[in-house]
């Protein structure tokens, strides 16, 4: 399947290591996951083409996607031109960490949501669901968009504030 092939490719770029490694929420895990590690076009080209299978298996509808700052910024350019590859042409859009006073300015650059719009984010690694939860509010502030869902390579199942992890309770 393509998610065995996924962690299979994920081992080869070196991107998944097994050994003793502290997160940073100071959890002790056996393997760490460094998304940096993907450094080539065919990586990237590869990587896009897992998360289009995940988006299309799902059957998700939305009208654009959305790279948080900053690992996903590649990550969303990458994954908007392998869906067109595949006949599936949708608008994209990330954020600034800070917002700019000049050029077009404010803190989104790419598509301008619209009310009404579903966005799909795609995210590399979820711990605690942090940057989730500072980026909705952020699009929101744009325009009155909807969650459609959110598409992660790494779940890292860490628990959220209650009894379930993080991902779940988002």
Request: aromatic share 10%; with cysteine; net charge positive.
């Amino acid at each position: 399947t393509y998610k065995q092939d996924f962690i299979q490719f994920m081992v080869r770029s070196s991107v998944l290591t097994f050994g003793d490694f502290t997160t940073k929420s100071g959890r002790k895990t056996p393997f760490f996951i460094n998304t940096g590690r993907y450094r080539t076009g065919d990586q990237m080209n590869k990587l896009a083409g897992f998360y289009a299978d995940a988006i299309q298996a799902k059957g998700v509808e939305f009208d654009f996607l959305f790279g948080p700052a900053y690992k996903g910024i590649p990550l969303v350019v990458a994954i908007a031109m392998e869906l067109s590859r595949r006949g599936i042409n949708v608008p994209f859009c990330f954020n600034r960490k800070e917002a700019k006073d000049h050029g077009e300015g404010g803190t989104l650059v790419g598509h301008k949501p619209e009310s009404g719009q579903r966005v799909l984010i795609v995210e590399d690694v979820t711990t605690a669901g942090t940057s989730i939860r500072e980026t909705v509010p952020q699009l929101k502030a744009a325009a009155d968009v909807q969650l459609a869902g959110l598409v992660v390579s790494v779940n890292r199942m860490e628990r959220g504030t209650g009894e379930l992890n993080a991902l779940t309770e988002l």
